[in-house]
């Protein structure tokens, strides 16, 4: 389980970032930022906080919410950040990825002197000294939380995508290659928010103008 064993390694304030979203073939990437500023939080997220990928749909929404309550008593900063898929094709999906951890980072509304990254690359150009966490969100609570606040909210902005675009069953599939998803794209095409850079949609567009 994740704890404060590795924000105790330095001193100061201590921003936790991770992502979500790398993967898919459509949707932006979003990244989530946190800083615990009151460790004395409830015990549903002290208890509950891990990597969002172990956790149910349910139990994230559930996390989420109390850290945004979390927020409103002044225990926690939340910031989100995304980068669209046109910025994906432009920049490819690690830097975009890391325009949307900047982003994220920027929206916090305080400036911790150390942001703890989720994995083993290191975006440049940092607005603060950055370190590199493997698997952090199963390690680091800050990042632990801030991978919840990724996956859900870009969850969220996925389903709201679906009711404009019906036919890719993005509700479910968060923008991933499914079968729903292909069969949506062989029959309606693409769509402005899917990833023209991802060789399953360039293999796609090539189909449609053969």
Aim: aromatic letters at 8%; glycine letters at 8%; one cysteine or more.
């Amino acid at each position: 389980m994740p704890d404060f064993l590795i924000e105790d390694t330095f001193s100061g304030m201590v921003a936790g970032i991770d992502e979500a979203g790398r993967g898919p073939w459509a949707g932006p990437v979003v990244a989530g930022a946190v800083v615990v500023l009151d460790r004395n939080l409830d015990p549903v997220l002290l208890n509950g906080l891990d990597d969002s990928k172990k956790l149910s749909a349910k139990k994230r929404e559930q996390l989420y919410e109390r850290l945004f309550e979390a927020q409103e008593k002044g225990q926690v900063a939340l910031g989100i950040g995304q980068a669209s898929a046109q910025e994906i094709d432009e920049l490819n999906i690690l830097q975009a990825t890391f325009v949307a951890m900047k982003r994220a980072f920027a929206a916090l509304g305080v400036k911790p002197q150390i942001a703890l990254i989720d994995g083993n690359q290191k975006p440049k150009d940092f607005p603060c000294p950055t370190q590199t966490v493997v698997k952090g969100d199963a390690r680091s609570l800050s990042i632990a939380a801030a991978s919840i606040v990724a996956k859900v909210y870009r969850d969220r902005l996925m389903a709201d995508l679906a009711q404009k675009y019906p036919y890719y069953g993005f509700e479910k599939n968060a923008g991933y290659g499914t079968k729903a998803h292909i069969e949506g794209l062989k029959l309606h095409g693409i769509i402005p928010e899917h990833r023209k850079s991802y060789r399953p949609i360039q293999e796609i567009m090539l189909e449609k103008s053969a």
